[in-house]
């Protein structure tokens, strides 16, 4: 690592132990230094527990990030509001990985990546920052701080989700029993298997492999929206599974 990339990952793992937020400490002059930044935390965390993945339009490259040791939660989830800079919710699709791809230079063509992909489930990302006045911060800085994950909640199992009509889908999210979003469609890259399929060929040629338990999440449907502690909130993918959490 070089001096800065060094610091960084120090900033931040110093940053998730006090729970304190920083500035970010240094430029960062490409990706490899984002993901540099990432691995280096992950490594300091633990094992990885999957990645996050999100692409804006159906043909933009995506962007990933880890998710750390213990980023898991299942639905119902709790989780101390107050404690938290700010508490953003996303609903999203996620899916398990259900077999192992070990780390190589070749790629990873889509059949045999959807292979090691079992049920897609309903997830919720939970979103805290490390890092102070986030809205003025770089964008690679946000993804170096794992694009802001907190946690993702899995909620209910889809298990046929192959062949879905993914533009249509109708997804709600509820906050304190009042329906805030109720729409059909909503995510960026429109179908969620793209950016599954890329992230499960980034992570084999660039981040160490893929494993059996890992989980990866693809991106908001909702939107990211803020709430403040006490929170209830709810998101629902009508007729396929629901997931819930209380700050």
């Known amino acids: 690592m070089t001096p800065d990339i060094s610091y960084a990952v120090r900033t931040l793992l110093e940053a998730r132990r006090s729970g304190l937020q920083v500035a970010p400490p240094c430029a960062l002059p490409d990706r490899s230094a984002v993901y540099a930044i990432q691995d280096e935390v992950a490594r300091a965390t633990g094992r990885v527990a999957g990645w996050k993945v999100g692409a804006r339009t159906p043909t933009a490259e995506p962007n990933p990030a880890p998710l750390l040791a213990g980023a898991l939660v299942p639905s119902p989830a709790t989780f101390d509001g107050k404690a938290m800079h ?15 791809i070990a780390a190589r230079t070749t790629a990873v063509a889509r059949e045999e990546a959807l292979a090691a992909v079992g049920d897609a489930f309903v997830g919720m990302e939970v979103v805290d920052t490390r890092l102070a006045n986030f809205q003025q911060v770089d964008a690679e800085w946000l993804l170096a701080d794992n694009q802001m994950n907190h946690a993702l909640v899995v909620g209910g199992s889809i298990k046929k989700w192959q062949g879905l009509d993914w533009a249509n889908l109708q997804v709600k999210l509820v906050i304190d029993g009042k329906t805030i979003v109720d729409q059909k469609g909503g995510l960026g890259a429109v179908d969620p298997v793209r950016p599954l399929a890329w ?8 981040r160490g492999g893929v494993r059996k338990g890992q989980a990866i999440t693809t991106g908001s449907w909702t939107g990211l929206r803020y709430f403040p502690p006490g929170t209830r909130a709810r998101g629902e993918f009508v007729g396929l599974g629901s997931v819930e959490a209380s700050f």
């Open 86 to 100: 700010m508490i953003g919710v996303e609903i999203e699709i996620s899916f398990h990985i259900v077999r192992d």
């Open 199 to 206: 992230m499960i060929d980034h992570a084999v040629r660039q």
